[in-house]
């Protein structure tokens, strides 16, 4: 693990310290606490397999320890919604958790130059191949639990939702390694990876509670920009976090060569020897001791951390304007605490 | 290229020689050739996309010379069940070549170890990760496909599919380099792996054409027993293809290690010295020259080529049968004549 000056990256987002305090999940959580449990039990039902490999490895990324955001969403969704009597926002959470794990399953792929790279991930354990498989199993489970749900606007909802995921990953292959990537081009590539399931997990709540189109769009607004705010935030985090909270290591996307917003911000400032350091690091992925260091030096230099997180504050305001149709209430309260602490996490 | 006795080869499963006189595609391309172009310009159409490479690397394999062997079932069984005025047909016979397909792009996924092998795949162009994210494009596309059809009881026929086709995948993954597998597990993978969309996409047949549960059980079965019959002749031309007639080099399944029917009966059948050769050569992937030779003669020594086209013979004798409860006519005998064609092909 790279060490460096976490007194450095810990006063520079000070500006956000101020929501770390107030933000958790407790909120929410605590509002979808009873559903959430259904979602949970119907998602280890239904990763059974007579094939003893699939729920064994589906188990292991289903239970590490993920926030179950996205299904939360659904749950919380169809409660601001006035859905109260039936389990349909059960079930369909349960799917959207599906489709979410299997694309990180997929996201889990390597290729042989990624492992020259020394990275190691989850399917180092078993290879490529069961990653793809229970991918694809999960993700046909997820059809599954919509097709006895029987509404045909979800699994129109979810099935677009899949294939624009699907072109964000794609798109972000394309410019991965590029530092040329425009800031459009890298939001687009994050709205289609990210923040098109967050987007279509709390529609969802609405379908099902069969509100008005104008309730739809609502909560379409509301998770896409909440799920742009959630990625921005990770981008920074991954040159910024302190490793004890994240769980996460610092400097992965910097070992990938991933262009984030950040990087593109710095690059976008940058002298002609600094486009040399990016080119060199993230292009040609010929890095050196101390690298990760420098470019978080050179992040600072030009304000793209707390930039990124200035953008990550644009996109948080606009999914809780999206709320505004909605009623206060603890349901209202509890999805705009969520924003708070998608853009503080890690903090 | 390995080269091995071609005429030792061409004279052992001379038994059906005979069907591969009067066995082609012809009926079948010739009843649904109007569909079928609707359904190659609805490939086409479906497959774009803004991000340039998903069009680029689907086209690829799309257009790589697929038989489209699946979506013709479904036209085919359409018509058979009287189906004559509607587009749905076509649709969904799209919807099942793109699943075909997104199957066919995750099975190219390789990992290092595949690489030291030596094999070759589509995906090493431009890597894993390509592969897996326009699998998943077309995946949702064929869900999208259905949505807009809206037939319930068809996605529910697919979406159980999808999940069984990957379920054998990761059983094939399981039992691969194993040469203890049974007969009857590697029928279990081939089932689920193969047979499985074969049934689905003759069903649909039934389905769109509102027939009663008996003329879909038919096709079921049909598809069913014709996929069994199409995998079992695929794995003896594994062993046996001549190079010219199959565009399919021999010996694939024996460098990846692939434990097909062939093998199960040989090492069934084998002495201990015998049995030490599948071992080495299939498990412990430690192979030498003379081996495809030598895995060949044994092969041949135990009648396991000629054994598995017997059994070939009779799940393609179960797929003919299960057309009994139809009237002749001309999607009768093209049906029919694909059950020939598929234990007739490449010899």
Request: aromatic content about 6%.
């Amino acid at each position: 693990m790279r060490e460096f000056d976490l007194a450095l990256v810990a006063g520079a987002e000070a500006g956000i310290e101020q929501e770390r305090l107030a933000s958790s999940l407790d909120l929410l959580a605590e509002l979808v606490r009873a559903d959430l449990d259904g979602v949970n039990a119907l998602i280890l039902e239904r990763m059974q397999s007579p094939v003893a490999l699939i729920p064994q490895l589906a188990g292991h990324i289903i239970a590490a320890g993920g926030k179950r955001l996205r299904p939360m969403l659904t749950l919380a969704a169809a409660r601001l919604c006035g859905y109260r009597s039936g389990r349909r926002h059960i079930a369909l959470a349960a799917a959207v958790e599906f489709i979410h794990t299997a694309t990180l399953l997929h996201d889990d792929v390597v290729d042989a130059s990624d492992l020259r790279r020394g990275l190691a991930t989850a399917n180092a354990v078993w290879g490529n191949k069961p990653s793809v498989l229970v991918g694809d199993f999960l993700f046909s489970r997820a059809f599954q639990l919509m097709v006895e749900d029987g509404s045909l606007e979800v699994l129109a909802i979810l099935s677009h939702a899949s294939a624009v995921i699907a072109e964000g990953g794609v798109l972000q292959l394309v410019t991965s390694n590029d530092t040329a990537t425009s800031e459009t081009a890298y939001l687009d590539v994050i709205s289609a990876k990210t923040a098109e399931l967050f987007a279509a997990a709390s529609r969802i709540g609405a379908v099902v509670a069969e509100r008005p189109k104008a309730e739809e769009q609502a909560l379409t607004a509301y998770g896409r920009n909440l799920g742009i705010a959630f990625q921005l935030v990770d981008d920074m985090l991954d040159y910024s976090a302190r490793q004890s909270e994240l769980g996460k290591t610092v400097g992965d996307d910097f070992r990938e060569g991933k262009i984030t917003l950040p990087v593109v911000l710095a690059f976008g400032r940058g002298d002609e020897q600094e486009r040399r350091f990016w080119r060199r690091t993230l292009e040609e992925l010929e890095q050196r001791e101390g690298d990760l260091d420098q470019a978080i030096r050179l992040l600072r230099r030009h304000a793209a951390l707390s930039d990124t997180a200035d953008r990550a504050r644009h996109y948080g305001g606009l999914a809780r304007a999206a709320l505004d149709a909605f009623k206060d209430g603890p349901e209202k309260r509890a999805l705009l605490e969520t924003v708070d602490f998608c853009l503080a996490r890690g903090y």
